[in-house]
């Protein structure tokens, strides 16, 4: 899973590295940090159907989530270069890159596990007692929250992404956010599940229909997973 706390201290680096490093040792290894690569999903590509179709979720993964983890190796491996050469502007240059690429790869990686089959037990309100509790407190009811998330979903310009948090801090509350672009969530919450909101997340299948989209997509939440973010049970990595 993504180690973002890892980036953003790699990102830190203020200082050139020592001139003893060679070119040839200017790579993720030396620096500490490991290259990324695109995880594996827990479902066939087929699994979400007819909710999201086979070849949504081919593309989706296997091309868009692909990019994001290469493009933000690439990135990477260009900022420790310019940390070498003392190259400033090229630091600052790369840094909205890294952020773009780096959270396109978090979000995916965390909206991947928060998906499930329809009809399957982790689809289940079931499976998620003590969060589906924390939600009928904060909302008034289930049908309350979900209006409530829906049309945040809807109501995003262009393109991002929804999320239901746990809030860090003492008050540990839920709330909805939205994220612009890929911009993951920070600030200490805890993300209990995303909806993905760029057009590649439905446009072959749904074309404009950006609200049946948000209606069908309630039908294969993975609430187990929700349960286990919400709980503090799961070993996910979710800030950077």
Known sequence: MVNIGTLWQYLAVQA??????????LNLTKMGL?????????????????????????LHHSKHHQAYVANLNKA??????????????SQIALQQ???????????????W???APAGSEETSLEAAKGLVG???KTWGGFDEFKKAFSAALLGLQGSGWGWLV???GNGAGLRIVTTKDQDPVVGGDETIFGVDMWEHAYYLQYLNGKAAYVENIWN???WKTAEERFQGKSEEKTEL
């Open 16 to 25: 050139p590295l020592h001139s003893s490093m060679s070119g040839d040792a």
């Open 220 to 222: 294969v939440i993975n």
């Open 113 to 115: 596990k928060n998906l």
């Open 76 to 89: 990477l491996e260009s900022h420790v270069a310019a940390v070498a050469a003392s190259d400033v502007a």
């Open 97 to 111: 890159t890294i952020k773009f690429n780096g959270g396109g790869h978090i979000n995916h990686s965390l909206f």
């Open 166 to 168: 746990k809030e860090g």
């Open 134 to 136: 924390a939600i009928e």
């Open 34 to 58: 490991t290259a990324y690569t695109l995880p594996a999903l827990p479902y066939a590509y087929d699994a979400l159907e007819p909710h999201i179709s086979a070849q949504i979720m081919e």
